[in-house]
Protein backbone atom coordinates (compact mmCIF):
# COMPACT_ATOMS: atom_id res chain seq x y z
CA UNK A 1 0.00 0.00 0.00
CA UNK A 2 1.54 3.23 -0.73
CA UNK A 3 -1.55 5.56 -1.86
CA UNK A 4 -1.20 9.56 -1.20
CA UNK A 5 -3.85 9.43 0.65
CA UNK A 6 -3.94 8.60 4.41
CA UNK A 7 -7.47 8.23 5.91
CA UNK A 8 -7.98 9.08 9.87
CA UNK A 9 -10.28 8.10 11.78
CA UNK A 10 -11.83 12.23 12.71
CA UNK A 11 -12.83 11.80 9.03
CA UNK A 12 -10.46 13.89 7.42
CA UNK A 13 -8.50 12.57 4.93
CA UNK A 14 -4.60 13.78 3.79
CA UNK A 15 -3.74 14.09 0.36
CA UNK A 16 0.10 13.95 -0.75
CA UNK A 17 -0.22 16.16 -3.80
CA UNK A 18 2.99 15.05 -5.13
CA UNK A 19 2.48 11.45 -5.86
CA UNK A 20 1.56 10.47 -9.16
CA UNK A 21 -1.96 8.84 -8.14
CA UNK A 22 -2.91 12.38 -6.46
CA UNK A 23 -4.89 13.39 -9.41
CA UNK A 24 -6.71 10.15 -9.59
CA UNK A 25 -7.38 10.28 -6.05
CA UNK A 26 -8.81 13.61 -5.79
CA UNK A 27 -11.42 12.36 -8.87
CA UNK A 28 -12.60 9.72 -7.17
CA UNK A 29 -13.22 11.38 -3.39
CA UNK A 30 -14.29 14.85 -4.64
CA UNK A 31 -18.14 13.38 -4.84
CA UNK A 32 -18.07 12.91 -1.42
CA UNK A 33 -15.41 15.03 0.54
CA UNK A 34 -14.77 18.73 0.82
CA UNK A 35 -11.33 20.88 0.73
CA UNK A 36 -10.40 22.19 3.91
CA UNK A 37 -6.77 22.74 3.99
CA UNK A 38 -4.63 22.95 0.45
CA UNK A 39 -0.72 23.64 1.39
CA UNK A 40 1.62 23.27 -1.00
CA UNK A 41 2.35 19.42 -0.35
CA UNK A 42 -0.70 18.00 1.44
CA UNK A 43 -4.33 18.89 1.05
CA UNK A 44 -6.56 18.29 3.72
CA UNK A 45 -10.26 16.76 3.11
CA UNK A 46 -13.13 15.82 5.45
CA UNK A 47 -16.09 13.44 5.05
CA UNK A 48 -19.36 14.87 6.33
CA UNK A 49 -22.88 13.72 6.61
CA UNK A 50 -23.79 16.14 4.25
CA UNK A 51 -21.35 15.01 1.30
CA UNK A 52 -21.82 11.81 1.91
CA UNK A 53 -25.85 12.06 1.58
CA UNK A 54 -25.25 14.00 -1.83
CA UNK A 55 -23.05 11.81 -2.91
CA UNK A 56 -26.26 9.30 -1.97
CA UNK A 57 -28.48 11.23 -4.21
CA UNK A 58 -26.57 11.11 -7.38
CA UNK A 59 -26.21 7.77 -7.33
CA UNK A 60 -23.00 6.99 -5.38
CA UNK A 61 -23.45 4.13 -2.71
CA UNK A 62 -21.40 3.09 -0.01
CA UNK A 63 -19.72 0.44 -1.57
CA UNK A 64 -18.08 3.05 -4.06
CA UNK A 65 -16.81 5.32 -1.10
CA UNK A 66 -15.24 2.38 0.59
CA UNK A 67 -13.71 1.55 -2.04
CA UNK A 68 -12.43 4.95 -2.90
CA UNK A 69 -11.01 5.43 0.36
CA UNK A 70 -8.81 1.80 0.59
CA UNK A 71 -8.24 1.78 -2.90
CA UNK A 72 -6.00 5.10 -2.46
CA UNK A 73 -5.14 4.88 1.13
CA UNK A 74 -1.19 4.34 1.95
CA UNK A 75 -2.60 2.34 5.59
CA UNK A 76 -5.43 0.19 6.07
CA UNK A 77 -8.58 2.43 6.36
CA UNK A 78 -10.24 2.74 10.48
CA UNK A 79 -12.94 0.09 10.85
CA UNK A 80 -14.85 2.73 12.52
CA UNK A 81 -14.66 5.12 10.15
CA UNK A 82 -16.02 2.90 7.27
CA UNK A 83 -18.75 1.80 9.21
CA UNK A 84 -20.16 5.57 10.01
CA UNK A 85 -19.84 5.93 5.92
CA UNK A 86 -22.35 2.88 5.57
CA UNK A 87 -24.58 4.03 8.36
CA UNK A 88 -24.38 7.62 7.63
CA UNK A 89 -25.28 7.24 3.73
CA UNK A 90 -27.61 4.33 4.88
CA UNK A 91 -29.65 7.26 7.03
CA UNK A 92 -31.01 8.95 3.27
CA UNK A 93 -34.12 6.90 1.96
CA UNK A 94 -35.06 5.28 5.12
CA UNK A 95 -37.77 8.34 5.22
CA UNK A 96 -39.21 9.06 2.23
CA UNK A 97 -41.99 11.53 0.79
CA UNK A 98 -44.58 10.41 -1.25
CA UNK A 99 -48.12 10.91 -2.69
CA UNK A 100 -50.24 8.83 -1.85
CA UNK A 101 -54.32 8.46 -3.99
CA UNK A 102 -55.98 8.68 -0.84
CA UNK A 103 -54.02 10.58 1.71
CA UNK A 104 -52.19 12.96 -0.20
CA UNK A 105 -48.43 13.69 0.86
CA UNK A 106 -47.31 10.89 2.92
CA UNK A 107 -43.87 10.21 5.15
CA UNK A 108 -42.97 7.18 4.71
CA UNK A 109 -40.72 5.08 6.66
CA UNK A 110 -38.70 2.00 5.89
CA UNK A 111 -37.70 1.63 9.81
CA UNK A 112 -39.95 2.17 12.12
CA UNK A 113 -38.04 3.48 14.91
CA UNK A 114 -36.75 6.22 12.65
CA UNK A 115 -40.41 7.41 12.28
CA UNK A 116 -40.67 7.28 15.58
CA UNK A 117 -37.82 9.27 16.49
CA UNK A 118 -38.53 12.06 14.17
CA UNK A 119 -42.14 12.66 15.23
CA UNK A 120 -40.86 13.38 18.72
CA UNK A 121 -38.85 16.42 17.19
CA UNK A 122 -40.90 19.61 18.44
CA UNK A 123 -40.31 20.87 15.30
CA UNK A 124 -41.50 18.13 13.03
CA UNK A 125 -44.86 16.86 14.79
CA UNK A 126 -46.41 19.95 13.92
CA UNK A 127 -45.99 19.25 10.18
CA UNK A 128 -47.68 16.52 10.09
CA UNK A 129 -51.72 16.11 10.08
CA UNK A 130 -52.39 12.68 11.10
CA UNK A 131 -50.89 8.79 10.84
CA UNK A 132 -52.03 6.08 8.13
CA UNK A 133 -50.63 3.16 9.92
CA UNK A 134 -47.73 2.24 11.44
CA UNK A 135 -45.28 3.13 8.66
CA UNK A 136 -46.50 5.80 7.30
CA UNK A 137 -48.10 9.32 8.16
CA UNK A 138 -49.79 12.59 6.53
CA UNK A 139 -47.89 15.87 5.90
CA UNK A 140 -49.24 19.36 5.24
CA UNK A 141 -48.82 19.92 1.70
CA UNK A 142 -47.67 23.23 2.70
CA UNK A 143 -45.27 21.98 4.85
CA UNK A 144 -43.27 19.88 2.20
CA UNK A 145 -40.41 22.12 2.04
CA UNK A 146 -40.23 22.58 5.84
CA UNK A 147 -39.93 19.17 7.08
CA UNK A 148 -37.43 18.56 4.74
CA UNK A 149 -35.29 21.01 6.62
CA UNK A 150 -36.38 19.64 9.62
CA UNK A 151 -35.54 15.84 8.96
CA UNK A 152 -32.24 17.13 7.65
CA UNK A 153 -31.34 18.74 10.77
CA UNK A 154 -32.62 15.68 12.27
CA UNK A 155 -30.00 13.55 10.63
CA UNK A 156 -32.66 11.93 8.55
CA UNK A 157 -32.46 13.25 5.01
CA UNK A 158 -36.26 12.26 3.07
CA UNK A 159 -35.78 11.12 -0.57
CA UNK A 160 -38.42 13.23 -1.84
CA UNK A 161 -40.34 11.15 -3.98
CA UNK A 162 -43.75 13.00 -3.88
CA UNK A 163 -43.79 14.23 -7.61
CA UNK A 164 -44.36 17.57 -9.02
CA UNK A 165 -47.46 19.46 -10.89
CA UNK A 166 -46.89 19.28 -14.28
CA UNK A 167 -47.01 23.00 -14.28
CA UNK A 168 -48.95 24.98 -17.57
CA UNK A 169 -47.69 23.52 -20.93
CA UNK A 170 -45.95 26.09 -23.30
CA UNK A 171 -43.94 24.92 -26.34
CA UNK A 172 -39.99 25.45 -26.10
CA UNK A 173 -37.31 23.61 -28.44
CA UNK A 174 -33.71 23.55 -29.03
CA UNK A 175 -32.95 25.80 -32.07
CA UNK A 176 -29.48 23.50 -32.75
CA UNK A 177 -29.85 23.72 -36.64
CA UNK A 178 -29.09 27.23 -37.36
CA UNK A 179 -32.05 29.51 -38.87
CA UNK A 180 -32.54 32.89 -40.65
CA UNK A 181 -33.13 36.15 -37.90
CA UNK A 182 -36.74 36.14 -36.83
CA UNK A 183 -38.53 39.26 -35.38
CA UNK A 184 -34.91 41.47 -36.08
CA UNK A 185 -32.93 38.77 -33.98
CA UNK A 186 -30.37 36.58 -35.24
CA UNK A 187 -31.08 32.67 -33.99
CA UNK A 188 -27.87 30.81 -34.23
CA UNK A 189 -25.98 30.56 -37.66
CA UNK A 190 -23.75 27.47 -37.14
CA UNK A 191 -25.09 24.16 -36.30
CA UNK A 192 -25.00 22.80 -33.11
CA UNK A 193 -25.43 20.21 -30.17
CA UNK A 194 -25.67 19.94 -26.19
CA UNK A 195 -22.19 18.70 -25.26
CA UNK A 196 -22.25 15.24 -23.83
CA UNK A 197 -21.48 16.01 -20.08
CA UNK A 198 -24.37 18.76 -20.54
CA UNK A 199 -26.81 16.15 -22.12
CA UNK A 200 -26.05 13.78 -18.91
CA UNK A 201 -26.79 17.23 -16.55
CA UNK A 202 -30.17 17.71 -18.08
CA UNK A 203 -30.50 13.53 -17.81
CA UNK A 204 -29.32 13.28 -14.25
CA UNK A 205 -31.75 16.56 -13.01
CA UNK A 206 -34.54 15.20 -14.88
CA UNK A 207 -34.51 11.82 -13.54
CA UNK A 208 -33.69 13.02 -10.26
CA UNK A 209 -36.79 15.98 -10.41
CA UNK A 210 -35.21 18.52 -8.99
CA UNK A 211 -31.53 19.36 -7.72
CA UNK A 212 -28.79 21.06 -8.58
CA UNK A 213 -25.98 20.84 -11.53
CA UNK A 214 -22.98 21.69 -10.48
CA UNK A 215 -20.19 22.83 -13.72
CA UNK A 216 -17.14 25.05 -14.13
CA UNK A 217 -17.68 28.66 -15.23
CA UNK A 218 -17.59 28.97 -19.38
CA UNK A 219 -19.12 25.10 -19.58
CA UNK A 220 -22.47 26.00 -21.03
CA UNK A 221 -25.08 26.15 -17.45
CA UNK A 222 -26.81 28.41 -19.38
CA UNK A 223 -27.37 25.66 -22.17
CA UNK A 224 -28.28 22.91 -19.70
CA UNK A 225 -30.67 25.31 -18.28
CA UNK A 226 -32.03 25.76 -21.78
CA UNK A 227 -32.10 22.12 -22.50
CA UNK A 228 -34.06 21.56 -19.40
CA UNK A 229 -36.56 24.25 -20.01
CA UNK A 230 -37.20 22.03 -23.33
CA UNK A 231 -37.20 18.86 -21.95
CA UNK A 232 -39.82 20.43 -19.13
CA UNK A 233 -41.68 22.41 -22.21
CA UNK A 234 -43.88 24.38 -19.60
CA UNK A 235 -43.67 28.03 -18.46
CA UNK A 236 -40.59 28.89 -16.17
CA UNK A 237 -39.60 31.06 -13.98
CA UNK A 238 -35.88 31.84 -14.24
CA UNK A 239 -34.12 33.90 -11.02
CA UNK A 240 -30.78 35.25 -11.76
CA UNK A 241 -28.52 37.41 -9.68
CA UNK A 242 -28.71 40.72 -11.84
CA UNK A 243 -30.16 42.84 -14.53
CA UNK A 244 -27.56 41.96 -17.11
CA UNK A 245 -27.70 38.50 -16.30
CA UNK A 246 -31.52 38.44 -17.16
CA UNK A 247 -30.65 39.97 -19.97
CA UNK A 248 -27.74 37.86 -20.98
CA UNK A 249 -30.03 35.11 -20.13
CA UNK A 250 -32.98 36.09 -22.41
CA UNK A 251 -30.49 36.85 -25.34
CA UNK A 252 -29.25 33.33 -24.77
CA UNK A 253 -32.28 31.92 -24.85
CA UNK A 254 -33.56 33.60 -28.22
CA UNK A 255 -30.67 32.59 -29.90
CA UNK A 256 -30.94 28.98 -28.62
CA UNK A 257 -34.14 28.18 -28.80
CA UNK A 258 -37.83 28.60 -30.46
CA UNK A 259 -38.72 31.48 -27.60
CA UNK A 260 -39.48 34.61 -29.16
CA UNK A 261 -39.16 37.85 -28.05
CA UNK A 262 -42.96 38.28 -27.03
CA UNK A 263 -42.64 35.05 -25.01
CA UNK A 264 -39.85 35.93 -22.27
CA UNK A 265 -40.56 38.88 -19.81
CA UNK A 266 -37.96 40.44 -17.48
CA UNK A 267 -38.96 41.12 -13.72
CA UNK A 268 -36.40 43.26 -12.37
CA UNK A 269 -36.43 46.98 -11.07
CA UNK A 270 -36.49 48.40 -14.72
CA UNK A 271 -39.49 46.33 -16.11
CA UNK A 272 -42.03 44.05 -14.74
CA UNK A 273 -43.26 42.37 -17.92
CA UNK A 274 -44.75 38.47 -16.78
CA UNK A 275 -44.92 36.02 -19.90
CA UNK A 276 -44.55 31.90 -20.24
CA UNK A 277 -40.57 32.48 -19.87
CA UNK A 278 -40.19 34.97 -16.93
CA UNK A 279 -36.59 35.88 -15.86
CA UNK A 280 -36.59 37.51 -12.75
CA UNK A 281 -33.52 39.01 -10.19
CA UNK A 282 -33.44 37.88 -6.61
CA UNK A 283 -33.11 41.50 -5.68
CA UNK A 284 -36.56 42.57 -6.93
CA UNK A 285 -37.79 38.86 -5.43
CA UNK A 286 -36.24 39.93 -1.81
CA UNK A 287 -37.34 43.82 -1.88
CA UNK A 288 -39.36 44.74 1.56
CA UNK A 289 -42.31 47.46 1.33
CA UNK A 290 -43.76 48.18 4.49
CA UNK A 291 -42.20 45.17 6.20
CA UNK A 292 -43.54 42.94 3.38
CA UNK A 293 -41.81 41.30 0.51
CA UNK A 294 -43.84 43.42 -2.52
CA UNK A 295 -43.25 41.02 -5.33
CA UNK A 296 -43.92 37.56 -3.90
CA UNK A 297 -46.96 37.25 -5.86
CA UNK A 298 -44.61 36.67 -8.90
CA UNK A 299 -44.03 32.81 -7.81
CA UNK A 300 -48.05 32.57 -8.27
CA UNK A 301 -48.57 34.57 -11.19
CA UNK A 302 -48.63 31.40 -13.45
CA UNK A 303 -48.82 27.87 -12.91
CA UNK A 304 -44.96 27.19 -13.41
CA UNK A 305 -44.02 23.92 -14.31
CA UNK A 306 -40.06 25.05 -13.72
CA UNK A 307 -38.30 27.34 -11.59
CA UNK A 308 -34.53 27.70 -12.28
CA UNK A 309 -32.23 29.37 -10.32
CA UNK A 310 -28.85 30.58 -11.23
CA UNK A 311 -25.90 30.89 -9.26
CA UNK A 312 -27.73 28.95 -6.69
CA UNK A 313 -24.54 29.01 -4.28
CA UNK A 314 -25.73 32.94 -4.05
CA UNK A 315 -29.01 32.12 -3.06
CA UNK A 316 -30.70 34.90 -0.77
CA UNK A 317 -32.02 33.97 2.92
CA UNK A 318 -35.45 35.30 1.75
CA UNK A 319 -35.28 33.13 -1.51
CA UNK A 320 -34.98 30.27 0.72
CA UNK A 321 -37.81 30.79 2.38
CA UNK A 322 -39.81 31.22 -0.48
CA UNK A 323 -38.79 27.95 -2.26
CA UNK A 324 -40.14 26.25 0.84
CA UNK A 325 -43.08 26.92 -0.72
CA UNK A 326 -42.13 25.92 -4.02
CA UNK A 327 -41.70 22.09 -3.40
CA UNK A 328 -44.35 20.81 -5.91
CA UNK A 329 -42.93 23.13 -8.82
CA UNK A 330 -39.62 21.11 -10.35
CA UNK A 331 -36.64 23.13 -9.38
CA UNK A 332 -32.92 23.61 -11.32
CA UNK A 333 -30.03 24.76 -9.20
CA UNK A 334 -27.31 25.88 -11.69
CA UNK A 335 -23.91 26.96 -10.12
CA UNK A 336 -19.87 26.62 -10.49
CA UNK A 337 -19.65 25.67 -6.73
CA UNK A 338 -21.73 24.46 -4.01
CA UNK A 339 -19.64 26.27 -1.66
CA UNK A 340 -21.47 28.82 0.48
CA UNK A 341 -19.77 31.04 2.86
CA UNK A 342 -22.65 31.35 5.03
CA UNK A 343 -22.70 27.68 5.30
CA UNK A 344 -25.85 26.92 4.21
CA UNK A 345 -25.27 24.19 1.51
CA UNK A 346 -28.10 21.88 3.97
CA UNK A 347 -30.51 24.36 2.81
CA UNK A 348 -29.91 24.31 -0.99
CA UNK A 349 -29.73 20.00 -0.19
CA UNK A 350 -33.47 20.37 1.51
CA UNK A 351 -35.58 23.43 -0.63
CA UNK A 352 -33.83 23.03 -4.21
CA UNK A 353 -32.44 20.33 -4.40
CA UNK A 354 -29.62 17.19 -3.84
CA UNK A 355 -26.48 17.54 -6.38
CA UNK A 356 -27.45 15.82 -9.85
CA UNK A 357 -24.50 16.16 -11.51
CA UNK A 358 -20.91 17.58 -10.74
CA UNK A 359 -18.33 17.65 -13.54
CA UNK A 360 -14.92 17.84 -12.45
CA UNK A 361 -13.33 20.79 -13.76
CA UNK A 362 -10.03 19.55 -14.98
CA UNK A 363 -12.48 16.44 -16.89
CA UNK A 364 -13.93 19.26 -19.04
CA UNK A 365 -10.64 21.19 -19.73
CA UNK A 366 -8.96 17.85 -20.30
CA UNK A 367 -11.57 17.14 -23.37
CA UNK A 368 -11.12 20.59 -24.67
CA UNK A 369 -14.06 22.40 -23.21
CA UNK A 370 -13.20 24.88 -21.32
CA UNK A 371 -9.24 26.89 -21.46
CA UNK A 372 -6.14 25.50 -19.25
CA UNK A 373 -5.19 27.98 -16.79
CA UNK A 374 -1.78 28.93 -15.33
CA UNK A 375 -2.87 30.49 -11.79
CA UNK A 376 -0.21 32.69 -10.03
CA UNK A 377 0.07 34.95 -6.69
CA UNK A 378 2.30 37.53 -6.97
CA UNK A 379 3.35 38.64 -3.78
CA UNK A 380 4.05 42.40 -3.00
CA UNK A 381 5.63 43.51 0.31
CA UNK A 382 4.69 46.70 2.20
CA UNK A 383 6.95 48.94 2.78
CA UNK A 384 8.25 49.92 6.20
CA UNK A 385 6.07 52.78 7.24
CA UNK A 386 3.14 50.80 5.63
CA UNK A 387 4.24 47.99 7.53
CA UNK A 388 3.38 50.04 10.56
CA UNK A 389 0.92 51.76 9.33
CA UNK A 390 -0.90 48.44 9.30
CA UNK A 391 0.61 47.07 12.67
CA UNK A 392 -1.72 49.72 14.45
CA UNK A 393 -4.76 49.89 12.27
CA UNK A 394 -7.91 48.89 13.70
CA UNK A 395 -8.94 45.01 13.05
CA UNK A 396 -11.58 45.65 11.05
CA UNK A 397 -9.60 48.24 8.50
CA UNK A 398 -6.83 46.12 8.34
CA UNK A 399 -7.78 43.94 5.37
CA UNK A 400 -8.72 46.70 3.05
CA UNK A 401 -5.24 48.62 4.00
CA UNK A 402 -3.53 45.81 2.89
CA UNK A 403 -5.96 44.77 0.06
CA UNK A 404 -5.56 48.23 -1.17
CA UNK A 405 -1.68 48.75 -0.89
CA UNK A 406 -0.18 51.02 -3.77
CA UNK A 407 2.83 48.75 -4.60
CA UNK A 408 -0.04 46.50 -6.23
CA UNK A 409 -0.42 49.05 -8.76
CA UNK A 410 2.69 48.64 -10.17
CA UNK A 411 2.25 44.61 -10.32
CA UNK A 412 -0.99 45.36 -12.54
CA UNK A 413 0.95 47.66 -14.33
CA UNK A 414 3.58 45.24 -15.35
CA UNK A 415 1.27 42.24 -15.89
CA UNK A 416 -1.20 44.54 -18.44
CA UNK A 417 1.79 45.43 -19.81
CA UNK A 418 3.07 42.14 -20.03
CA UNK A 419 -0.15 40.84 -22.00
CA UNK A 420 -0.75 43.49 -24.26
CA UNK A 421 -3.35 42.83 -26.69
CA UNK A 422 -4.34 40.03 -25.09
CA UNK A 423 -8.80 40.93 -23.67
CA UNK A 424 -7.46 41.39 -19.72
CA UNK A 425 -10.30 42.34 -16.83
CA UNK A 426 -8.42 43.67 -13.61
CA UNK A 427 -10.89 42.89 -10.91
CA UNK A 428 -11.51 43.65 -7.21
CA UNK A 429 -13.08 44.99 -4.36
CA UNK A 430 -12.61 48.87 -3.67
CA UNK A 431 -14.25 51.15 -5.77
CA UNK A 432 -11.42 54.09 -4.83
CA UNK A 433 -8.88 51.29 -5.69
CA UNK A 434 -10.00 50.55 -8.82
CA UNK A 435 -10.85 54.39 -9.62
CA UNK A 436 -6.85 55.09 -9.20
CA UNK A 437 -5.95 51.82 -11.22
CA UNK A 438 -8.37 52.66 -14.07
CA UNK A 439 -7.35 55.98 -14.23
CA UNK A 440 -3.73 54.66 -14.36
CA UNK A 441 -4.28 52.50 -16.86
CA UNK A 442 -6.28 54.80 -19.06
CA UNK A 443 -9.38 51.72 -19.03
CA UNK A 444 -12.91 51.70 -18.56
CA UNK A 445 -14.00 51.30 -15.29
CA UNK A 446 -17.47 48.86 -14.82
CA UNK A 447 -18.90 48.99 -11.15
CA UNK A 448 -22.74 48.98 -9.53
CA UNK A 449 -22.94 53.12 -10.54
CA UNK A 450 -22.26 52.46 -13.94
CA UNK A 451 -25.87 51.82 -15.90
CA UNK A 452 -27.04 48.57 -17.31
CA UNK A 453 -27.03 49.79 -20.80
CA UNK A 454 -23.23 51.26 -20.35
CA UNK A 455 -22.23 47.78 -19.13
CA UNK A 456 -23.84 46.35 -21.82
CA UNK A 457 -21.75 48.11 -24.57
CA UNK A 458 -19.13 48.00 -22.43
CA UNK A 459 -18.97 44.34 -22.88
CA UNK A 460 -19.95 43.97 -26.67
CA UNK A 461 -16.58 46.33 -26.89
CA UNK A 462 -14.91 43.81 -25.19
CA UNK A 463 -16.04 40.78 -26.94
CA UNK A 464 -15.30 42.63 -30.17
CA UNK A 465 -12.13 43.13 -29.68
CA UNK A 466 -12.48 47.26 -29.89
CA UNK A 467 -11.88 47.33 -26.16
CA UNK A 468 -8.86 44.92 -24.56
CA UNK A 469 -8.75 46.08 -21.37
CA UNK A 470 -11.40 46.87 -18.70
CA UNK A 471 -11.69 47.05 -15.21
CA UNK A 472 -14.41 45.82 -12.99
CA UNK A 473 -15.73 45.64 -9.78
CA UNK A 474 -17.25 42.34 -8.09
CA UNK A 475 -20.65 42.91 -10.37
CA UNK A 476 -18.55 41.33 -13.18
CA UNK A 477 -18.14 38.23 -11.00
CA UNK A 478 -21.19 37.01 -12.42
CA UNK A 479 -21.38 38.40 -16.13
CA UNK A 480 -22.18 35.23 -18.36
CA UNK A 481 -21.10 37.32 -21.71
CA UNK A 482 -17.10 37.80 -21.63
CA UNK A 483 -16.57 35.57 -23.86
CA UNK A 484 -12.85 36.21 -24.94
CA UNK A 485 -11.03 37.61 -21.60
CA UNK A 486 -8.26 35.50 -21.56
CA UNK A 487 -5.85 37.30 -18.87
CA UNK A 488 -7.18 37.97 -15.01
CA UNK A 489 -5.73 40.43 -12.70
CA UNK A 490 -7.52 40.22 -8.96
CA UNK A 491 -6.17 43.01 -6.71
CA UNK A 492 -9.00 42.75 -4.25
CA UNK A 493 -11.47 40.16 -2.91
CA UNK A 494 -14.49 40.00 -0.69
CA UNK A 495 -12.36 38.79 1.94
CA UNK A 496 -11.52 34.83 1.86
CA UNK A 497 -14.67 33.83 -0.63
CA UNK A 498 -14.04 30.74 -2.16
CA UNK A 499 -16.72 31.03 -4.17
CA UNK A 500 -15.81 34.47 -5.68
CA UNK A 501 -12.24 33.08 -6.66
CA UNK A 502 -14.05 30.35 -8.36
CA UNK A 503 -16.08 32.69 -10.22
CA UNK A 504 -13.33 35.27 -11.54
CA UNK A 505 -11.42 32.54 -12.76
CA UNK A 506 -14.39 31.35 -14.80
CA UNK A 507 -14.41 34.67 -16.24
CA UNK A 508 -11.32 33.44 -18.43
CA UNK A 509 -11.59 29.70 -19.03
CA UNK A 510 -14.00 29.85 -21.70
CA UNK A 511 -12.40 28.04 -24.63
CA UNK A 512 -9.77 30.80 -26.45
CA UNK A 513 -10.53 30.30 -30.33
CA UNK A 514 -6.30 29.61 -30.60
CA UNK A 515 -6.58 27.17 -27.83
CA UNK A 516 -4.25 29.42 -25.80
CA UNK A 517 -3.75 29.09 -21.77
CA UNK A 518 -5.97 31.32 -19.87
CA UNK A 519 -3.75 33.69 -17.03
CA UNK A 520 -5.12 34.28 -13.28
CA UNK A 521 -3.07 36.41 -11.47
CA UNK A 522 -3.92 37.75 -7.80
CA UNK A 523 -2.01 40.29 -6.09
CA UNK A 524 -1.20 39.74 -2.65
CA UNK A 525 0.22 41.77 0.52
CA UNK A 526 2.55 39.49 2.31
CA UNK A 527 2.66 39.37 6.39
CA UNK A 528 -1.00 40.62 6.05
CA UNK A 529 -4.48 39.37 6.20
CA UNK A 530 -4.88 39.50 2.33
CA UNK A 531 -2.44 36.22 2.38
CA UNK A 532 -4.75 34.50 5.20
CA UNK A 533 -7.66 35.49 3.06
CA UNK A 534 -5.91 34.53 -0.12
CA UNK A 535 -5.00 30.97 1.15
CA UNK A 536 -8.73 30.49 2.03
CA UNK A 537 -10.32 31.80 -1.25
CA UNK A 538 -8.15 29.28 -3.15
CA UNK A 539 -9.40 26.17 -1.18
CA UNK A 540 -12.00 25.48 -4.01
CA UNK A 541 -9.77 25.95 -6.94
CA UNK A 542 -7.25 23.55 -5.72
CA UNK A 543 -9.87 20.78 -4.86
CA UNK A 544 -10.58 20.89 -8.23
CA UNK A 545 -7.00 20.36 -9.15
CA UNK A 546 -5.63 24.01 -10.03
CA UNK A 547 -2.37 24.71 -8.56
CA UNK A 548 -1.15 28.28 -7.77
CA UNK A 549 2.37 29.20 -8.49
CA UNK A 550 4.19 31.82 -5.83
CA UNK A 551 5.93 34.34 -7.46
CA UNK A 552 7.90 37.47 -5.53
CA UNK A 553 6.27 40.90 -7.10
CA UNK A 554 10.57 41.82 -8.21
CA UNK A 555 10.55 38.82 -10.15
CA UNK A 556 7.84 39.03 -12.26
CA UNK A 557 10.14 38.85 -15.20
CA UNK A 558 10.75 34.96 -14.28
CA UNK A 559 7.02 34.13 -14.64
CA UNK A 560 7.67 32.06 -17.21
Avoid at 18 to 46: G, K, M, S, V
Avoid at 68 to 90: E, G
Avoid at 190 to 196: T, Y
Avoid at 345 to 369: H, M, N, T
Amino acid sequence: MNGPLIVQSDKTLLLEVDHPDAETARRDIAPFAELERAPEHIHTYRVTPLGLWNARAAGHDAEQVVHALITHSRYPVPQSLLVDVADIMDRYGRLSLDKDPEHGLVLRTTDRAVLTEVLRHKKIKPLISGRVDDDTVTVHASERGHLKQELLRAGWPAEDLAGYVDGEAHPIALETGGSPAVDGHARGTSPWSLRPYQQQAVDSFWHGGSGVVVLPCGAGKTLVGAAAMARSSTTTLILVTNTVSARQWRDELLARTTLTEDEIGEYSGARKEIRPVTIATYQVLTTKRKGVFAHLDLLDARDWGLVLYDEVHLLPAPIFRMTADLQARRRLGLTATLVREDGRESEVFSLIGPKRYDAPWKDIEAQGWIAPADCVEVRVTLPEPLRMAYAVAEPEERYRFAACAPAKDDVVKALVERHRGEPTLVIGQYLDQLESLAQQLDAPLITGETTVRQRQELYRQFREGEVDLLVVSKVANFSIDLPEASVAIQVSGTFGSRQEEAQRLGRVLRPKGDGRTAHFYTAVARDTVDAEFAAHRQRFLAEQGYAYRIVDAEDLVTLD
